[in-house]
Structure formats: structure tokens, C-alpha cells
């Protein structure tokens, strides 16, 4: 399948209506603004830069997905084998990429690396995760924050 890299813009229409997830989508948006602007502006002193944009995206993963998964296995979503798979493929390929890039510290991986989140955003908030509107709701999402979520702490003693 063909990369598209063009960053697409936030806008309502993209909203799964869950506050929750919508923040999530929002900060994803954000965070590949930064990796495509980190990505177009290379240089090794943005070490720094790259780290921090690369443990969000980290932290993304494991607190997003986790919040739509145990969501989905709530409401018994018929799709969620197929979301769940489209899910790891995402985050392996981010796994590779990171490994990679902290191996070699070739800059152009996090060019490739702003153009995978770039077509996440493109094909899976756009057409993937709209198919669970109207099934997910605020009422059965967990709203906790990200970082509560991607540590795995227990709702019953999680603040
Ligand atoms: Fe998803």
C-alpha cells in the first residue's frame, strides 16, 4: 500500500463521539506534527526532541489502544479480532523502527517513521475506528488519562 504522508487536519468529522478517545486522536495529530517537523528539520541535536516524540508515541500505543480494546471487550464489538490485529501490526512496525533508529541513529528512520503515523491517521482514525461509533460511548470507555491507562494500573485504585 502506497504511504500517504500528507498530514491530514483535525476536524469533527472525525469524532468517534467519546471525549475520551477524541482527546487521544486530538494528541495523536499533534504528535505526528512533531514527528514530521522534527523529521523535516534534521539534525543530531534534536536527539533530544526525537526521544521525548518517540516515548509518547510509546505511551500512545500502549494507553490508546488499551483504552479502546478493553472498550471494545465491554460491548462485545463484533470487529475488534480485526481492529485489535490492525492494532499490533502498527505497533510492531513501530517497534522495528525505534529499534532501528536507536540502533544506527540514521535520522531518515524517523522520516519514515513520521510517514507511518502520517498513514495511520489517514486510513485507521479515518476509516477503522468510525466503525465503532455509535457502539463505544462515554459511558463505557475508560476516561482516565494516557499515562494512567499505559501503566496499567487498576481502575479500582487508580486515582
Ligand atoms: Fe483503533
Redesign the pocket.
Known amino acids: 500500500m502506497e504511504q500517504n504522508n500528507t498530514l491530514p487536519e483535525w476536524n469533527d468529522e472525525l469524532s468517534v463521539n467519546v471525549d475520551a478517545i477524541d482527546e487521544d486522536h486530538k494528541a495523536f495529530f499533534r504528535l505526528a506534527a512533531l514527528l514530521q517537523d522534527v523529521a523535516s528539520n534534521l539534525n543530531n541535536e534534536q536527539a533530544y526532541l526525537i526521544e521525548t516524540a518517540i516515548n509518547i508515541l510509546e505511551e500512545y500505543i500502549e494507553g490508546?489502544?488499551l483504552r479502546?480494546q478493553l472498550a471494545m471487550a465491554k460491548v462485545d464489538y463484533p470487529q475488534m479480532v480485526e481492529?485489535i490485529s490492525?492494532?499490533d501490526a502498527f505497533a510492531d512496525r513501530v517497534t522495528l523502527l525505534v529499534k532501528e533508529y536507536r540502533t544506527n541513529h540514521d535520522l531518515t528512520t524517523i522520516l519514515a517513521l513520521a510517514g507511518l503515523v502520517a498513514d495511520w491517521l489517514h486510513h485507521?482514525?479515518q476509516c477503522?475506528?468510525s466503525q465503532?461509533k455509535g457502539l463505544l460511548t462515554n459511558e463505557n470507555v475508560d476516561n482516565r488519562t494516557m499515562a494512567c491507562m499505559a501503566a496499567g494500573l487498576d481502575p479500582e485504585f487508580a486515582p
Open positions: 490508546h489502544f479502546e481492529h490492525a492494532h485507521h482514525i477503522v475506528d465503532y
